[in-house]
């Protein structure tokens, strides 16, 4: 209890010393601090508030007190001492733990700092292996995800192989989609790269499927797909169209031309056929590639066009359709140009045209008749056929007269060359009434007396070949040109003739056994130049005039003298001299 409680304070005058400090000042075992302690100061006014009785009898008190708490002590020390002895010894070795505890903790303080400086290193070392574990552990967390992503560009070339255009368009799409949420990721960035390069290798795909052989639900198919790639607008795909169709029927027409050559290279350039074969069997893929090109694209571009497209585009549409039609016609007659005049039996060159004819009467459906173009071809084509052959014949007359550029050759005398053998000693010759009479008779039979003389026979054989072949297509504007190529081939024939009178270049042969008369051989000449000029000639012509064209004689009109008339005429000079 609380001395302050138990001992009411009492007030001392203020002129005395208080007991504390009389006690420090009487007695010196008693230390000043122990007296100025709080229980001492209690204690002290205590005892300076009891009577005198309680005072005297205070020491007793204490004593009693004292030997209660020493025997109180000396109870518990002896029945606690093994307690007191363990508190000792945890005492002890508590004072012991707790210096090496200092120690520990000494050293721990001295080595603090580099270890501090060690986690701060392993930190920064191992920064870069916890950024990699966290990617890798969201890698994981998202591997599905990253391999739907990683795996488009396989799947949509997958698409591709398989022409699964549509799923690959979507895949293509998706790639596009994630490219433009995720712009500053390089990953999809470079996922959408991949997927570009497979769209692209679609695109050459597709536009392949339109240079290929394929028919309209497949190219309707490819260029749909296109449009939906939105790479091309509708006119660039139109004419995407139109080249691929085109490349594709070029090597169909190649094909055709190569296998041409080959035939002729087999043949050596012997078959006269080859080139009407050529061209009919180009003409016949021609007609169908470009007519099946003329209806696909109708189908698909005209017929079928989309919604989106503007008012100007159908315009710019019949345009790209009317260029490839118009090229294609023109590439036709460039080749029909070139090629025709290689054509010599006019047979072919009737079927030709008879081919073309309706070829062109079925492109007028599609407004593409061209029939007015083949006439001017065809009539070249004719002009220069028969001008061939008049010329093969005349050079096949020309060659027995003469030796010029023929070295070391002889020539013929007239009664081995111009005269059957068996009509030399009565040379067979018209009366000037027989004559008369073969003005009249048909165009279509030669005269007869020319049956004697084999070499006016073989060239008048030659150029009726000439003319019955010109029968079969006969231009009408030709008939003027076509009789002064004949009258030059005459004309070149009898001037020809005329030389071999006036050279007589058999004489530098060695006489022979058989003895003929110069003068035999003279008249074989003068006979053969007479049948020339007054049976051949005239018979030749009206064969032209009257057989091929059915026209009549007088109908024809010559303002300037030809040359075959000067070589008539030269003729007659040489018949009113002899």
Same mark, same amino acid.
């Not at 205070?58 to 007190?65: R, V």
């Not at 303080?109 to 501090?116: C, K, N, Q, V, Y």
């Not at 007015?372 to 084509?381: E, K, N």
């Not at 006036?502 to 530098?508: H, Q, S, Y």
């Given at each position: ?15 005395? #010393? ?9 007695? /010196? ?22 009577s005198l009785h309680d005072l005297q009898s ?46 520990? #903790? ?28 966290r990617k890798a552990s969201l890698v994981l ?55 570009? /390069? ?9 536009? /392949? ?56 290279? /087999? ?210 504007? #030709? ?100």
């Open positions: 209890m609380d001395g302050s409680d138990s001992f009411p304070k009492r007030n001392a005058p203020s002129d005395t #010393l208080a007991l504390p400090e009389l006690l420090a000042t009487s007695s /010196g075992d008693i230390p000043p601090a122990m007296l100025k302690h709080p229980d001492a100061s209690a204690y002290l006014g205590y005892l300076t508030n009891l205070e020491p007793t008190s204490l004593s009693s007190s004292s030997a209660q708490l020493t025997n109180a002590l000396t109870t518990l020390c002896h029945t606690s001492y093994p307690t007191f002895l363990s508190l000792h010894a945890t005492a002890s070795t508590l004072t012991t733990s707790i210096s090496s505890l200092s120690s520990s #903790l000494d050293s721990l303080l001295s080595i603090l700092p580099s270890l501090e400086s060690s986690a701060r290193t392993f930190a920064q070392e191992t920064r870069e292996i916890q950024k990699e574990r967390e998202h591997h599905d995800k990253l391999y739907d992503v990683l795996s488009l560009p396989m799947l949509l070339d997958s698409c591709i192989r398989n022409h699964n255009y549509n799923e690959a368009l979507l895949l293509a799409s998706h790639a596009s989609t994630l490219s433009q949420r995720f712009s500053h990721n390089s990953l999809i960035q470079s996922v959408r790269a991949e997927c570009d /390069g497979r769209v692209q290798a679609m695109l050459v795909q597709l536009l /392949g499927v339109l240079s290929d052989q394929a028919k309209l639900p497949a190219l309707f198919r490819a260029v749909n797909f296109l449009r939906k790639m939105e790479v091309m607008d509708e006119q660039e795909l139109a004419l995407a169209f139109l080249s691929g169709r085109g490349a594709y029927l070029d090597r169909a027409l190649s094909a055709v031309e190569t296998e041409m050559k080959g035939t002729m290279e /087999g043949d050596q350039g012997q078959d006269r056929e080859a080139p009407a074969r050529y061209l009919k069997r180009y003409v016949d893929i021609w007609r169908e590639g470009v007519q099946d090109v003329i209806s696909q694209y109708n189908t698909i571009f005209l017929e079928r066009a989309p919604s989106t497209s503007s008012a100007t585009t159908p315009t710019l549409l019949h345009m790209l359709l009317s260029t490839f039609a118009t090229y294609r016609i023109q590439s036709l007659l460039d080749l029909l140009r070139q090629n025709l005049p290689m054509i010599s039996d006019p047979a072919h060159l009737t079927a030709l045209l008879t081919q073309l004819t309706y070829c062109s009467t079925s492109f007028a459906r599609l407004g593409l008749d061209f029939r007015g173009f083949l006439a001017p071809i065809f009539v070249d084509a004719v002009r220069t056929g028969i001008k061939q052959g008049f010329e093969a014949a005349a050079d096949a007359w020309c060659a027995p007269l003469t030796t010029t550029g023929k070295p070391g050759k002889s020539v013929q005398k007239p009664s081995q060359l111009l005269v059957a053998s068996s009509a030399v000693s009565s040379l067979p010759k018209p009366t000037p009434a027989q004559l008369q009479a073969l003005l009249s008779n048909p165009v279509n039979v030669p005269p007869q007396v020319l049956a004697s003389y084999p070499h006016l026979a073989v060239y008048l054989n030659a150029i009726l070949t000439a003319l019955n072949s010109l029968r079969m297509l006969a231009p009408v504007e #030709l008939m003027g040109d076509i009789l002064a190529e004949l009258e030059i081939t005459l004309a070149k024939s009898g001037l020809a003739l005329l030389r071999y009178a006036r050279d007589k270049p058999w004489k530098t042969l060695k006489r022979s056994s058989i003895s003929e008369e110069p003068s035999k051989e003279d008249e074989i000449i003068d006979v053969t130049m007479e049948l020339y000029f007054t049976v051949l000639v005239p018979f030749v012509r009206r064969a032209l005039v009257e057989g091929v064209y059915s026209s009549s004689m007088e109908g024809v009109h010559q303002n300037t003298v030809s040359e075959l008339e000067q070589v008539v005429n030269e003729w007659k000079e040489i018949r009113l001299k002899g």
